[in-house]
């Protein structure tokens, strides 16, 4: 495994974040705090890293901010199958 990959998947609460992100698509940070019942520090920690390693995207829609997968990245691809296999 490499040392990227075992750096993503070092934390649980990211890897929640990230579950959140792959099986809903588009969300709010609201809605990933609601869903994984972690506090808002620590959800922008992991989004803030997530987004930083190119696995998801924010994006501004007026004042909102939604997270969605990028798909442009093969690895996001690879990592929802692996999520889904589980």
Avoid: C, D
């Avoid at 929640?16 to 922008?44: A, F, S």
């Avoid at 803030?48 to 939604?66: A, D, P, T």
């Amino acid at each position: 495994m490499s040392s990227r990959l075992e750096e993503i998947l070092s934390s649980k609460a990211r890897v929640k974040v990230l579950r959140v992100v792959l099986e809903r698509g588009e969300v709010n940070i609201n809605q990933i705090i609601r869903e994984t019942k972690l506090n808002y520090k620590t959800v922008r920690k992991h989004v803030n890293y997530l987004v930083s390693v190119g696995l998801i995207e924010e994006l501004r829609v007026g004042r909102l901010r939604l997270l969605r997968p990028n798909w442009l990245n093969p690895k996001v691809r690879r990592l929802e199958e692996f999520f889904n296999f589980f």
